[in-house]
C-alpha cells in the first residue's frame, strides 16, 4: 500500500553540525517529493521539494536527494542554527499524483543545540 | 499576499457534537485540501476539493464531510464526535494540483472532545 517512512524519529546535533533526516517511500509511481517543516503553533511550510527527473536539489543550507531506484530520498541541513529547531515531515504522492494527496512520513524532530 | 486562514484556532466540544471548521485559501488558489493530524497517525489527507466539487478523499468514516464555495473557500463538518476526533485540522491550498506543486498550510484549528 501506500507509505513514507521517515527517520529518525529525534535528531539532536551542536549548532552548526550537518543533520539528514531520511525517508522511504512504497510507491514506485510517486514523483514528487516536498519536505516540510512545523514550527511549534503552527502548520507545515514547504521548505524544499524535488522530482523524480531529478537526483539533487539545492537551495542555500538545504539539499533533497532522490534515489528512485532504492526509492528513498534524504534532507541534508548543513551549519545547522538554533532556529533551525522543528518538526520535519517529508511526503510523497501515490500514484504519481492522480489520488490529489500526499502520504507524509511521521515526521523528526530536530533539535540544534547552541 | 494573505496566507491560509483557519477559522476558530481552538475549538471543545463533547461527544456526540457536530462541528464547523472554516478555511479560507489564498487568493487565487482554487484547490483546498484538509488534514487530520495526531500525534499517533501523524498527518491523513481527509478531502480535496476543487471548483466546488470534491476532487479525492481519504479514507475517513462518512462522519467527515466538506464543502467548498463558489469564492474557494472550504469548510469541513465532523458530526457525531468521537473523543479519537480530538486532533488539529490542517487546511492547505494550492493552485490547481496539490499532489503536484507547492500546498500551502494554515495554522490549523485544534479540536479537543471531551
Known amino acids: 500500500g501506500e507509505n513514507v517512512e521517515q527517520h529518525p524519529s529525534t535528531l539532536s546535533v551542536q549548532e552548526g553540525d550537518s543533520a539528514v533526516i531520511k525517508c522511504t517511500y512504497s510507491d514506485s509511481a510517486s514523483n514528487y517529493f516536498p519536505w516540510y517543516k512545523q514550527e511549534l503553533g503552527k502548520g507545515p511550510q514547504l521548505i524544499i521539494d524535488?522530482?523524480?527527473?531529478?537526483g539533487e536539489k539545492k537551495d542555500q543550507r538545504i539539499a533533497v536527494t532522490l534515489n528512485k531506484t532504492a526509492k528513498h530520498f534524504s534532507l541534508h541541513i548543513t551549519e545547522t542554527q538554533p532556529e533551525d529547531s522543528a518538526v520535519y515531515f517529508c511526503a510523497a504522492n501515490p500514484k504519481g499524483g492522480n489520488t490529489g494527496k500526499l502520504i507524509f512520513g511521521q515526521g523528526t524532530t530536530l533539535q540544534v543545540k547552541p | 499576499k494573505a496566507g491560509v486562514t483557519q477559522t476558530p484556532r481552538y475549538l471543545i466540544k463533547t461527544r456526540g457534537q457536530q462541528v464547523t471548521l472554516s478555511c479560507s485559501p489564498i487568493s487565487g488558489h482554487r484547490s483546498v485540501s484538509w488534514y487530520q493530524q495526531t500525534p499517533g497517525q501523524g498527518l491523513q489527507f481527509l478531502f480535496e476539493y476543487f471548483s466546488e466539487t470534491q476532487r479525492n478523499k481519504g479514507n475517513f468514516p462518512g462522519r467527515f464531510s466538506g464543502r467548498q464555495f463558489s469564492n474557494s473557500r472550504s469548510e469541513m463538518n465532523v458530526s457525531t464526535l468521537e473523543l479519537g476526533d480530538s486532533a488539529l485540522y490542517l487546511c492547505?491550498?494550492?493552485?490547481?494540483?496539490?499532489?503536484?506543486?507547492?500546498?500551502?498550510f494554515g495554522p490549523g484549528t485544534r479540536l479537543l472532545v471531551l
Open positions: 524535488i522530482r523524480s527527473n531529478v
Open positions: 492547505a491550498s494550492s493552485l490547481t494540483r496539490p499532489s503536484q506543486e507547492t500546498q500551502y
